[in-house]
C-alpha cells in the first residue's frame, strides 16, 4: 500500500521526528539521513512554526525504499540548498550526468571553460566551404580566452547545423552507466545528423558517426530536423519540420542511444503535427509542448509576409500526452502571435508553466495548466498531523490556474493525508470548520500573453512596420529570470519572473540592431524610446545584426549572445553579416537586483575564420547548460 513519510524538525537544533502515515509511534532517522538533513536551507513553516518536509511515496506493488534515497523537500518549505564547499562529495554513491536538481546545478555547478558553437559556411562569400564546429575558450584564466581554439570541420558542403543537444542529460543522473559523452548535430539543409565524440578530446571533438538522410528519409519520412533532447530511456529524440521531400510535418524522430541508429517515429499513430520546430518535456505533468516554424519550402528561401497570409507559417501550440504519443490539443494563439519559436518550461520539474518566444509577433507567451477545485460532498477527510476529520458537507468546482503545485498527500498545514495519488491538497477555515479542498487536475492548458515588445513605425526598411523579432528566450536555472533577443531592433533584455503572470524588465541593452542611428532606417514612432540608439563597437569592430541565439552561465551571473539566426534570413535582413562574418559576445549579469553589462574583454569575431566568415549560431558547455537539460 503507498505510504507517504512526513518529517516534522522543530526549528530550534534541527531535531526531527518521522511520522508515518495513521502512526504516531517516532520513527528514529539514520545518521547518514540527519547528515543530509543539515545540508539543506529550510524555511520556518508559517503554521506551526516547524519545518516539514517529505519522502516521495512508494511505487505500488514494491518494497519501500530507504528513507535516504527517497528523501524529497517539499518546494513550499525548501528555498536552495545551501552552498557549501565540498558538498557533493557527501553522497557516496556515483551518478550519472548532469545534476539531481536545477537549483543543485545552479549552486554547485562550476564555471564554464569550453563552448561548441555551430558555424555555418552558407549563403556567404565563401559558401563553397562546409559547416564546422568551434571550440571556443571562455576561461579568463587561460592563454587563449576568447578564441576560437579548435574547428571541426563537416565532410560535406550545404548541411546548414543549427541548433546541437546531448545523448544524455541530468534526466539521467540517477544512472551512473550514463556520460554525457556525445553532442548531436541535427541539420536543416542535408537531413543529415552528425554525432560527435567531445569526450576523447573535449578541446578538440572529433566525429563519431554520421547518421545519413538516406535512413532518415526510408525510416521515418522526416527531414528539416532542429532540436535534439534526450530521453529518461537512453534514447534521444529530434524534432523536425518536413518530411522527406520538404513539405510541412511536425514530426520527432527517435534514434538509439547506444549505436545511434534510427528507430521510428515518436508520435503515436503516425499522426503528425501541421508544423514543427523546438519542444519540451515535462513528465511530472504527463506533457510535452511543441512549436511552430513553418513550411520549410518558404522559409529555407528567406521571409516573404504574403506566406504569412497563405497560412504557410505557425501559429499553434501542439499540446502531446507524453505518455502516450498522442496530439490531444492544438492551442490556437491567433494573429498576436505568430510563429511560436522556443519553448522553455520552468526548470523545476514540478512546474506546470512554460514560456514561448512568438518570433514575428514579438511576444513572450506563458502557457499554464488549469485544474478543477471541488468541495467534496460527504467524503470524510483527515490530516494525520493536526488529526482534524470533518464531514464535507457542499459541493462546489470551478476552474483555476494552476499556480502553484502542492504534491498530492502534503498538507499545508504540516501535516500529512490520505493517499491521493492525482491530487492535491490544501487546508483551509470555513469559520468553524476546517475542510480539504482537492485540485483535481482535468489536463487542460491554455495560454495567454505576458510579454509584447511594440513595432516601431520605420522608413528605410522592407516594411513600414519593423517587429523586434524575439528569435530565442532562455530562463536561470532559479527560474528567477528571463532573457530574450530582439534581432531586428538589436536590444537583449532581462525580465523579472518571480510572478510569471506578470514580467517585470528590470535591464536592457543594445547590442547592434536594425534602427542604429547611422543606418539607413529612420524610425517615425516608437512608443518606447524618444530616440535610435547608438551603434555598437566592442574592440574598435562594429557589431553587425542582432542578438540572436543565448546561452547562459549555470550560475546565471554570464550571458553568451550569437548573432546568426538562419543563413537565408541573416543574408536578407543582415548581408553585410554574411560577409563580415557573425559574433559571439559576452554579457555580466546583475543577478541580484537585474543588470546587463557588455563584457568588453569578451569578443569571439567569427570573420576572423582563416577559411573566410562564418555565421555563428548555437552554443553549448560540455557539462550541459540552461537550455539543455530536463529535470524528471
Known sequence: MTQALVIEMAFLGMTARVVRRHRKRPVRIPKAFSTTLRAWKIEKAPYNGGITARCLPCVRGTEKSSILRRFMMTSERVQQKVDTPGAESRHCCKTGPGYKSPLDAFNNGPREKLIYITCIRNNILDSDKPDYLSTVDVDPESPTYSSVIHRLMMPYIGDEIHHTGWNTCSSCYDDPTRSRSRLILPTLGSDRVYIIDVNTDPKAPRIHKIIEPEEIHSKADMGSLHTSHCLKSGQLMISCMGDSNGQPKGGFLLVNGEDFSVSKCWESGGRSAPFGYDFWYQPRHNVMISTEWGSP????????????????????????????HELVKRLDLGKDSLIPL?????????????????????TVVRVFKTKSVALLRDRKVACCHCQIDRRVDETKTREIEDEVDYPGGVCLNAGSCDDYSSEAMRVTRDNRTMVHIYYLQTGDWDAETVISVPPKKVQG????DMPALITDIILSLDDKYLYLGNWLHGDLRQYDITDTKHPKLVSQIFLGGSICKDGTVKVTEDIEMDQQPEPKYIQGKRVVGGPQMLQLSLDGKRLYVSTSLFSAWDQQFYPDMCKSGAMMLQVDVDTENGGLTLNETFLVDFGDDPEGPALAHEMRYPGGDCTSDIWI
Do not use: M, Q
Open 297 to 324: 519550402s518558404v522559409w529555407k528561401r528567406g521571409f516573404n509576409p504574403k506566406h504569412v497570409e497563405e497560412g504557410l507559417y505557425g501559429s499553434h501550440l501542439n499540446i502531446w500526452n507524453w505518455e502516450t
Open 342 to 362: 522556443e519553448v522553455r518550461f520552468l526548470h523545476d520539474p514540478d512546474s506546470s508553466v512554460a514560456l514561448i518566444c512568438c518570433a514575428l509577433s514579438s
Open 461 to 464: 526598411w522592407a516594411l513600414p
